[in-house]
């Protein structure tokens, strides 16, 4: 019975939240909307013993994805006056492309149910729900886990590379032998130089005399 009740009270807050992304006004209202539906599917996700799902959610998309959000969202300063400008325009066609996606969710379940075939892995009570799943991981699909983690690292190169390229722009850039074998002498130079009394002064001084 508790079960039951929390379980439709996080149902409940994790539909009016995701709906008050689409339609809240302000961008940053809408980031938070965002984080209060991934805390809430979270929440959802422990209820099914699903720890590691949870864990990661909270950690990796309201940790650290939707914090970045709401910092460029806070940022940019987007003008959603501009913005709204087409909205009621282009409304019909965008309710039309819904109903079609719609409809083919609807066919691709109605005329091919989702039937798990097989039998199921097996489940140890006595160990959480994150060491079974890496021990699937780092077992039995090591191979794609490997080449998935050769993807992440080859976006990350290349991501570096284009930005750090050399292009026409009047750019900056870091040497950084010339920064390491740098010595403590030439990086403080004392120049000495004559005082100057500037002409403004002499006259402020005369005049209060």
Avoid at 8 to 15: D, E, M, P, S, V
Avoid at 49 to 74: D, Q
Wanted: hydrophobic share 55%; glycine share 4%.
């Amino acid at each position: 019975m508790v079960t039951s009740v929390f379980f439709y009270l996080f149902a409940t807050i994790l539909i009016l939240s995701a709906l008050r992304v689409i339609t809240a006004k302000n961008p940053v209202h809408a980031v938070l909307f965002l984080v209060l539906t991934f805390v809430t599917s979270s929440c959802l996700w422990l209820m099914l013993n699903v720890e590691f799902l949870a864990l990661s959610l909270i950690l990796v998309y309201v940790g650290a994805v939707m914090v970045l959000f709401l910092f460029v969202v806070m940022m940019l300063d987007i003008d959603t006056e501009t913005i709204r400008n087409g909205f009621w325009k282009n409304f019909p066609l965008a309710l039309l492309l819904g109903l079609v996606i719609l409809t083919e969710m609807v066919i691709v379940l109605v005329t091919k149910p989702i039937v798990i075939t097989g039998s199921a892995p097996p489940v140890y009570p006595s160990v959480s729900n994150g060491i079974q799943l890496g021990w699937l991981m780092y077992t039995e699909y090591s191979y794609p886990v490997e080449l998935a983690s050769m993807v992440l690292l080859l976006g990350l190169v290349v991501a570096v590379a284009l930005t750090l390229r050399k292009t026409n722009k009047n750019g900056k850039y870091q040497n950084i032998s010339q920064q390491v074998n740098t010595e403590s002498k030439g990086r403080v130079k004392m120049v000495k130089m004559k005082p100057v009394i500037a002409k403004s002064m002499v006259v402020e001084e005369g005049d209060s005399k």
